[in-house]
């Protein structure tokens, strides 16, 4: 590095909120800062800069490098913007300060269980997104069933709508137990919500024909009024392996 980079580099005590690092980019919050280094925030990143004078830059520089598995890991999984996790920034920054210091071992301890509320933070992120796509989708097939001219077109629609409730009722029953991959995005979330409600939604028409055919369900047939082939498609689209198993079981009758 020549004279005049070198006087042109920032000093940890130089660094305020507001101000840009060495690298050009914009101080959002310090986290700590002491003589031999600083610990800091951009938008994107939580970072450290050490002084490039400090006599202690070799063994600060050597413990640093001993979180870098574990740092990676966990920045893969926080937001692209950091400003909506700000109480984990902390930590993290917090358990890179520690660690700096010589504390490797407490260190990687915040770390660890800055990864578990990160890990829970996703999840009732991504059950959140998922349940709010598979409500928009049922809100949606209900007004279009209200807009059904002919009395066939509204039969259907009622049942496709008794379906999707069913579906949107097995996914509040076994929200808490919904499994959530943590790197999936919210538009896969929400698309993995749409398609459990479009599954639920299948199984109702196949519970309507199968009805109308005599070929499961025929009970129904018995009652006067529509509103049993309505209870039938709303059970079809809350248990999910209600039809399969049933087409099962067809398809084996047939065979043998």
């Not at 809350?238 to 039809?243: D, G, N, P, S, W």
Request: charged share 20%; net charge negative; proline share 2%.
């Amino acid at each position: 590095m020549n004279s005049d980079s070198s006087e042109n580099q920032m000093k940890p005590y130089d660094y305020k909120v507001g101000c840009k690092d060495n690298d050009n980019v914009l101080v959002k919050k310090i986290y700590a800062k002491l003589p031999d280094f600083v610990v800091y925030r951009t938008d994107s990143a939580i970072r450290v800069d050490i002084d490039d004078d400090s006599k202690k830059i070799e063994e600060i520089k050597s413990n640093h490098t001993k979180l870098g598995v574990d740092l990676a890991r966990i920045y893969s999984w926080l937001p692209e913007s950091l400003s909506w996790s700000e109480s984990i920034n902390k930590q993290i920054a917090r358990a890179m300060v520690t660690n700096i210091l010589g504390n490797f071992d407490d260190g990687k301890e915040m770390l660890r269980h800055a990864e578990e509320r990160i890990v829970k933070l996703k999840t009732i992120q991504g059950r959140l997104q998922y349940t709010l796509s598979a409500f928009v989708l049922v809100l949606i097939i209900f007004f279009v069933s209200i807009l059904m001219p002919d009395e066939n077109s509204t039969i259907l629609s009622q049942v496709i709508l008794c379906g999707a409730l069913g579906g949107v009722l097995s996914i509040a029953v076994s929200l808490s137990k919904l499994n959530i991959d943590i790197d999936a995005n919210w538009q896969m979330n929400c698309l993995i919500g749409g398609s459990r409600i479009l599954v639920a939604i299948t199984a109702s028409l196949f519970s309507y024909f199968a009805i109308k055919s005599n070929v499961a369900f025929s009970f129904v047939n018995e009652v006067e009024t529509s509103y049993g082939v309505f209870m039938i498609a709303m059970v079809a689209g809350f248990a999910e392996m209600l039809i399969p198993n049933i087409m099962n079981n067809i398809a084996k009758e047939k065979l043998n």
